[in-house]
């Protein structure tokens, strides 16, 4: 089947709404929106993937979410960076791509397309919404840009700030641990499995010796920011 046929057409005019631009180049909204998996499978297919877009939308993306930050609040250099960082990541990205939908409008390689959840896709979603940033950057300019920034990114600084989840898992159970019971917490290894190349860890995040919680992950430190994280869940904390 031909990538133009039926099945592959997508109805960029709902996007378009979603995000509230309207492009003078639809195709550049479209060409956002291809991964690279896709054009393997689709060799013909008429644009271009969706990387290039990704690299100048992160970089219209950080401008902007900067200069916001740099305009509203008065806070030292080093908050908010912290903050930018909460705002601009990858895990943050993907939310915000799943909260407009962009899983209806991706151009995806069949098993991709049969992946809908875990890491990969949240990590395919989140470069899409930087190249939609790109995109709307090369049709409508940095303004509009930033006025899509500024509706849809931007409002989730005031989770981030009442959560102080710009603050790492870690760190926030260490601070917490020592105030509240002064104790240092310290995580221990439960468990690894998997070859060399593909491991997988359980930690456990203690308080003295009791085991508070729990985490899992690929490396190392992502479980023990995932145990860090259910410890403070698990303390109220």
Partial sequence: MIPDSPKFMKDFAKLEKIIGVKFKNIDLLRQAMVHRSYLNENPGFELDQNERLEFLGDAVLELAVTENLYNNYTNQEGELTNWRASLVNAKMLAKLAKDLDYDDFLYLSRGETKDKSG?????????????????????????????????????????????????????????????????????????????????????????????????????????????????????GW
Avoid: C, W
Avoid at 160 to 171: A, C, M, V
Avoid at 206 to 221: H, P, R, W
């Fill in 119 to 235: 890491k990969a896709r949240d990590y395919i979603l989140a470069n899409a919404f930087e190249a939609v940033i790109g995109a709307v950057y090369l049709d409508q300019g940095y303004q509009v840009a930033a006025d899509f920034i500024g509706r849809v990114v931007l409002p989730e600084l005031k989770g981030i700030l009442e959560n102080k989840s710009y603050i790492d898992p870690k760190s926030r159970f260490q601070e917490s641990a020592q105030e509240k019971v002064g104790v240092t917490p310290r995580y221990e290894v439960l468990t690894e499995t998997g070859p060399d190349h593909n491991k997988f860890f359980v930690v456990g995040v203690m308080l003295g010796d009791d085991l508070v919680a729990k985490g899992e992950g690929s490396s190392k430190q992502e479980a023990q920011e995932a145990a860090a994280r259910a410890g403070l869940e698990a303390k």
